[in-house]
């Protein structure tokens, strides 16, 4: 089933009897999302019909933007078109930066991660 669809492996193991057990999601950057990585048992060839066979599925995954220096409301925006969530937002001292810019974010620009996941940003207070 390794390096089948999810939905494919799934119908070919129902076809040959088995039971389709446990699906795990996993980020590897080795596959394509929904792309079956693992199985266990590693193979059915000669299994018993009923027999339960788990798979291990390439998670999806989004790209998080870079925000730094970019103003609170573009930041935002751009965390909710990449599919990700605007998490804890706190300011501090941004010597140069106008205020509400964005100084820091808690993931880095360009990492992979499952959509939905939070963003932290610290922006730049009022004052400097």
Not at 31 to 43: K, L
Not at 62 to 89: F, I, N, Q, S, Y
Not at 112 to 120: A, C, I, K, S
């Amino acid at each position: 089933m390794v390096g089948q669809p999810e939905e494919e492996a799934r119908r070919q193991l129902e076809r040959q009897g088995f039971i389709v057990g446990v699906i795990c999601r996993e980020i590897t950057g080795q596959a394509q999302p929904g792309t079956v990585i693992r199985q266990s048992p590693e193979t059915v060839a000669g299994g018993a019909a009923g027999a339960r066979v788990d798979l291990v599925v390439e998670e999806e995954t989004v790209a998080v933007p870079g925000l730094e220096g970019r103003p609170r409301a573009e930041a935002e925006r751009m965390l909710t078109a990449a599919r990700l969530r605007v998490g804890r937002v706190t300011e501090e001292a941004g010597g140069q930066q106008r205020p509400g810019v964005v100084l820091r974010q808690s993931r880095r620009a360009g990492e992979r991660v499952r959509p939905g996941t939070e963003v932290d940003l610290v922006l730049a207070a009022p004052g400097g």
